[in-house]
């Protein structure tokens, strides 16, 4: 099992930025590769970024690429993701997850509870 705390998550001006912060505890953290999903009201839950365990690889969501960084600090088994120049349509609930490959897509193993990120126009 993997236990996932997010943070971060708030209230945000159009072209302002936010850190979220993810906190894993269980299996050994290094041994997986996490990813941020959103979701916002009235629709699916989309994949946005995911960063490979030893921190060296990340890919994107085309919505995001170029405004939104993933990083991760195995000591501290913490994933981030770094969001800059926020959109309105950047509000979602942005969960954590623990992922893995599905041979077309990444699906989440384990789910953070979420946290909500409101970006004003």
């Known amino acids: 099992q993997v236990q996932l705390v997010e943070s971060g998550g708030g209230l945000v001006q159009a072209g302002g930025s936010l850190r979220l912060s993810c906190a894993a505890s269980?299996?050994?953290?290094?041994?997986?590769?996490m990813g941020w999903f959103r979701q916002a009201p009235g629709k699916e839950r989309e994949f946005v970024t995911t960063?490979?365990?030893?921190?060296?690889?990340?890919v994107y969501a085309d919505s995001v690429k170029g405004r939104f960084t993933i990083s991760r600090d195995n000591a501290k088994s913490t994933v981030y993701l770094q969001m800059n120049n926020l959109k309105p349509e950047d509000t979602a609930v942005y969960y954590c997850?623990?992922?893995?490959?599905?041979?077309?897509?990444?699906?989440?193993?384990?789910w953070g509870q979420g946290t909500q990120v409101t970006v004003s126009s």
């Open positions: 960063i490979m365990g030893n921190g060296v690889s990340a």
């Open positions: 997850a623990a992922v893995s490959w599905a041979g077309s897509r990444w699906l989440a193993d384990y």
């Open positions: 269980g299996r050994t953290f290094s041994n997986y590769a």
